[in-house]
């Protein structure tokens, strides 16, 4: 046998029947998602290689609608304690796994919500479709966004709850982390406390439908930032619904 190649094309030569037969392998998946690089695969290596493009905006770097399983591993999952009273949760213990059907924050491939189908970042039971396991509580924190230097960005997410509409039942909160560290936007008080977002703000209480909130980004220009959502129902009662979720994470960048 000999082997041979030329261009995109493998030439396989059998030495019994003296014939040589023509392969083409299939393409590797060389493409990272980021128009500011040119992608390619190493003829000889197999590896990938993304060469950045000189000058080049993206604006929107960063995108994320949970419709593969895998960016699951990028994320930290947590179980908590329920408590009818404090905003911040308490007792966290690490999950193992962020990947659904499960009960608590999950990556949902085949969630019953999602803004953009067929996924989303779903908390209930991904099989039974609500939360009425008790009193139950938990958070996730996405994997790390990179805002870009020199550039004004915003943080975009969308977000929907089926839950108990009071603000003081079935808290659902949004903050807001820098390389790594939590950090409080306006006031520090209950209900705000500190966070970039939370269930019951000014124009974010209609249950049933999907939210979209903006977030100013660009004083962390060049860092990374993450969103912590937290998910509180305080009680063991009227948790039918089908739950909360979150969809379409997205950096949005002004080129000019």
Known sequence: YGVTSFGERVYVGDSNSHRVRVVKPPKKDCDDGNPCTTDSCDAKTGACKHAAIANCCSPMPYYQAFTKSAVASKMSFFTCTPDKFNIELKGCKAESDGVGPKKGWQVSTDSFLSRSAPGALYYGDGVGGNYNWGPNAGKVITESMDVP?????????????????????????????????????????????????????????TVKTWHKVELDVSAYAGKKVALEFTFNTGDGLKNFGVGAAVDDIQILTACN
């Open 149 to 205: 230097a020199g550039k004004k960005s915003k943080l975009v997410f969308w977000v929907y709850f089926d839950t108990e509409a009071p603000t003081a039942f079935d808290k659902l909160y949004a903050f807001l982390a820098v390389d790594g560290k939590r950090v409080a936007l306006g006031d520090t008080k209950a209900p705000n406390a500190g966070a970039a977002w939370y269930k019951g703000k000014a124009g974010y209480t």
